[in-house]
């Protein structure tokens, strides 16, 4: 029996149909995958994140950029969306459209049910790729918990993270802190949640 693949398209054809189109789609080494839009929750938690990551970053020579921002990987052909790029520097893009980030120093990610194993594995796998890379931030969006993963000298990634309402992260990459009671203001969690 042959296996059937799946037909693969160039990040040229991509790029092309992602800039005419009305929808965003990640690009994965030729594969196209559609992305589903967020909750309430979702974009609370985001919404919140930026609006402190930017007001700390208003006056500095960093750009935030919430989810339209396109970042590409270069080593491993991916294309995404992450809900929240920082570049602290000159911000470097993949042409003159300047729609394609480069250089991140720092993303931050709003767990989903349906991405986070994604969000955790492959994904940060292919983050972990850029050099300019410093900071990924997964933020819990069904409980109060924010986990951030640093860079370190010798090229190890360390863990620290965040409970609670009085809990902290300091991304040290881009001087800025998140408060877990300013990130997860107004946001309603579920019974059960965690």
């Given amino acids: 029996m042959i296996a059937s693949l799946k037909p693969t398209i160039t990040a040229a054809d991509y790029l092309a149909a992602e800039r005419a189109g009305k929808t965003k789609h ?4 030729g594969q ?7 909750s309430e929750r979702h974009n609370l938690v985001s919404g919140n994140t930026f609006a402190s990551l930017h007001a700390q970053l208003r006056r500095r020579s960093c750009n935030i950029y919430p ?10 052909s991916l ?3 992450p809900d929240l ?10 042409d003159e459209r300047r729609d394609t980030l480069l250089n991140p120093t720092a993303i931050v990610e709003v767990l989903s049910p349906t991405t986070e194993n994604y969000d955790r594995g492959r994904k940060f796998q292919h983050y972990r790729t850029m050099p300019s890379l410093v900071e990924y931030v997964l933020v819990a969006q069904d409980a109060m918990h ?10 190890r990634w360390v863990l620290t993270e965040a409970d609670g309402p009085e809990g ?6 881009i001087g800025c802190t998140l408060r877990l009671d300013e990130v997860y203001e107004k946001v309603e969690f579920a019974e059960g949640d965690v």
Wanted: proline share 2%; with cysteine.
């Fill in 67 to 76: 989810s339209d921002m396109r970042v590409k990987t270069r080593a491993m």
């Fill in 168 to 173: 902290v992260i300091e991304l040290t990459a």
């Fill in 85 to 94: 790029s920082i570049v602290c520097g000159v911000p470097q893009f993949e």
């Fill in 32 to 38: 196209v995958y559609a992305m589903a839009g967020a």
């Fill in 79 to 81: 294309y995404t969306y």
């Fill in 146 to 155: 924010i986990e951030q993963y640093t860079r370190q000298a010798d090229g």
């Fill in 26 to 29: 990640e690009y994965v080494a």
